[in-house]
């Protein structure tokens, strides 16, 4: 494996999560990404002293009336442009003044590290099938995601590939599909909206 640097970007980047309620999983601290939580309350990260709300946290923007309890974010984003764009940043959604997502982008296709740094928080994944994506002359191209769930914790991430339309926007450099990095997203059962979460048809 490459160096470990990815993990205090991912875990920086990827924060904890207990459930939206407040309920931390089985340990006694809850999973944190980029040091943030789900569950962990809007007065963590803004300030509202008026109803616009200001971010407590440095470059960080706040979007919406999230304190009004309405929805809303608390992000910090950019893009890199060098022939192919790439995204960096992470973005923290709230509602009713508890932030339910967390999604990160890793300004990279190193999927290996990434991977790793999430099997060290959420263990194995439940699933790990590419995408596949196929041109008109029959050329296929997969790109690596997974799907992880610890407790109430759900994590999605995959290599972001661009797209226009319904097809394929082509690096310069590689002839493969042009990627913007990798993409976390971090939430609870209910909001993934995992069938365990529904009622039982079976009932």
């Not at 809007?42 to 109803?51: H, K, M």
């Not at 590290?113 to 002359?137: A, H, W």
Request: hydrophobic fraction near 35%; glycine fraction near 10%.
């Amino acid at each position: 494996m490459k160096s470990r640097n990815r993990l205090a970007i991912i875990a920086s980047l990827l924060g904890a999560f207990g459930s939206a309620t407040g309920q931390t999983t089985a340990s006694a601290d809850p999973i944190r990404f980029r040091g943030a939580y789900i569950g962990e309350p809007l007065s963590d990260f803004v300030g509202c002293d008026d109803t616009k709300g200001k971010s407590l946290k440095t470059d960080y923007k706040v979007h919406g009336k999230v304190c009004e309890d309405k929805p809303g974010a608390v992000y910090r984003w950019k893009t890199k442009v060098f022939l192919d764009s790439k995204e960096e940043g992470e973005a923290f959604l709230f509602e009713n003044a508890k932030l339910f997502r967390i999604t990160i982008h890793v300004a990279n296709d190193d999927w290996d590290n990434v991977r790793y740094d999430l099997i060290q928080k959420l263990g194995e994944p439940q699933s790990k099938v590419p995408q596949v994506f196929q041109n008109g002359f029959g050329a296929r191209w997969e790109y690596e995601q997974g799907f992880w769930v610890k407790g109430d914790t759900v994590a999605f991430a995959k290599i972001d590939v661009m797209t226009a339309g319904s097809g394929l926007i082509y690096s310069p450099l590689t002839g493969r599909a042009s990627t913007r990095g990798i993409e976390v997203t971090i939430t609870d059962a209910q909001h993934a909206k995992l069938p365990r979460t529904r009622p039982n048809s079976l009932d």
